[in-house]
C-alpha cells in the first residue's frame, strides 16, 4: 500500500510563491505518475500538474508559466513551486499517484492524500 502526505500549505498574499511538498511511503506497487490536483470550494476537483518517471510533464492551462512541477525519486518525494499566486489558486491541493502513465489521468489516480490547504489573498 502506497501513503501520500502533503505539506506546505499556507495563507500568502497575491503575487507570493508557496511551496508544497508530498512524501511517498509504503512498498509494494511501482507508481509511476506523482501529480497534484486541487479543489476549490464550490466547485470539482482539476488537475494542476503531473509528472512521469521520465520526467515528462503536464500542466494545466491556467498554472502554466507560474507553477512548477518536481519530483526527487530518491527522496520517494514530489514538489510543486507555485509562484505569482492569485485568489483563484485558492483550493486544497491534493496529492495523487497511479501506476501507469500520466498522459493516462483521465482513467482515474491510484492514490490519493488528505490534502493541503492554500489559501492567496487578495
Known amino acids: 500500500q502506497v501513503q501520500l502526505v502533503e505539506s506546505g500549505g499556507g495563507s500568502v498574499q497575491a503575487g507570493g510563491s508557496l511551496r508544497l511538498s508530498c512524501a511517498k511511503s509504503?512498498?509494494?506497487?511501482?507508481?509511476?505518475?506523482m501529480g497534484w490536483f486541487r479543489q476549490a470550494p464550490g466547485k470539482e476537483r482539476e488537475v494542476v500538474a503531473l509528472i512521469n518517471n521520465d520526467g515528462t510533464t503536464i500542466y494545466a492551462d491556467s498554472v502554466k508559466g507560474r507553477f512548477t512541477i518536481s519530483r526527487d525519486n530518491a527522496k520517494n518525494s514530489l514538489y510543486l513551486q507555485m509562484n505569482s499566486l492569485k485568489p483563484e489558486d485558492t483550493a486544497m491541493y491534493y496529492c495523487?499517484?497511479?501506476?501507469?502513465?500520466?498522459?493516462?489521468?483521465?482513467?482515474?489516480?491510484?492514490?490519493w492524500g488528505k490534502g493541503t490547504l492554500v489559501t492567496v489573498s487578495s
Open positions: 509504503g512498498y509494494g506497487y511501482r507508481i509511476y505518475c
Open positions: 495523487a499517484a497511479r501506476g501507469g502513465n500520466c498522459y493516462a489521468w483521465l482513467y482515474g489516480m491510484d492514490y
